[in-house]
């Protein structure tokens, strides 16, 4: 059991991927409460899918990836709200086409460069084999996110729960908007290392649900969803080493599993934990 634990410590290229995904992890745990307690779920999948044209281009411009992610992230939600508010059709529909577009986008520009570029490799995720920059710029953009949400985690927080009242009290909830998008965009990219987009939405929703349904607590679940972040980057990395199989993918379907058993055996919220609870 001890050489299962220690044999993937042995190889260089685990410890960076096990280190730089608990930082993913980590950041997107936190990121993730916001997610679910705004209802942005869908906002968080647009987000992560619009970022590619402004991936592709940075790279092809040799400007760093987080600037072109940033630029389409936010410009994508502009263009979001502009549709809105000038035709009558609905949220959910205006992010569908919107993010498809930015997407197929993305796709379009990536089959230009595809000598240069590997597709998968930003759809999936190729944290095995990412270079010594790309290392520093995940873990760069991963602590500046995590400060940032730390710091105004009481104003994010009234400002998800209750913009009206934040407003009230002196609190610019426009800039707080647009700081939470411009996180959620950097936290796309960080994510790009280790899952690719098409994943990384997962870990912009799946610890922060989980831990919604483990407790009524704020602080406690913003601890619990990154101690799932952390925790379901590790393992799925160790599933990924002794299975031979996607890492980014695994670390998915780790959260996922992590989801389901809450969704059952949450003490409070849990299906059969509710029945439990209830009978006593």
């Known amino acids: 059991m001890w050489e299962m634990l220690v044999a993937p410590w042995q190889y260089?290229?685990?410890v960076r991927a096990i280190l730089l995904s608990s930082l993913v992890g980590l950041v997107c745990g936190a990121l993730s409460c916001y997610m679910i307690l705004k209802g942005w779920a869908l906002m968080g999948d647009a987000v992560s899918h619009a970022v590619l044209p402004g991936v592709v281009l940075a790279y092809v411009l040799?400007?760093?990836?987080?600037?072109g992610a940033f630029i389409f992230g936010v410009g994508s939600v502009l263009t979001i709200g502009f549709i809105q508010?000038?035709?009558?059709i609905k949220e959910d529909t205006v992010i569908g086409i919107v993010f498809t577009g930015f997407f197929a986008l993305g796709l379009v520009l990536v089959s230009r460069v595809s000598s240069t570029i590997d597709l998968t490799h930003i759809l999936f995720g190729n944290v095995l084999g990412i270079s010594n920059t790309d290392i520093w710029q995940t873990v760069i953009i991963g602590i500046v996110t995590l400060v940032i949400l730390l710091l105004l985690r009481r104003d994010l927080l009234l400002f998800c729960f209750d913009p009206t009242h934040a407003r009230s009290i002196g609190i610019n909830i426009d800039a707080l908007h647009?700081?939470?998008l411009s996180l959620?965009?950097?936290t796309a990219v960080a994510g790009l290392q280790t899952v690719g987009i098409i994943l990384v939405v997962a870990m912009?929703?799946?610890p922060g649900a989980t831990a919604y349904l483990l407790t009524d607590r704020f602080d406690t679940m913003l601890g619990l969803a990154m101690v799932i972040g952390v925790g379901g980057a590790i393992l799925g990395n160790y599933v990924s080493f002794y299975l031979d199989v996607a890492t980014g993918g695994c670390i998915v379907v780790v959260q996922t599993l992590v989801f389901?058993?809450?969704m059952f055996f949450a003490p409070k919220h849990g299906i059969l934990g509710r029945k439990f609870w209830d009978r006593i």
């Open 85 to 88: 508010s000038q035709t009558r």
């Open 178 to 180: 647009y700081v939470l």
């Open 62 to 67: 040799h400007l760093p990836l987080a600037l």
């Open 204 to 206: 912009l929703i799946t």
């Open 184 to 186: 959620l965009s950097l």
């Open 260 to 262: 389901i058993v809450a």
């Open 12 to 14: 260089e290229f685990m």
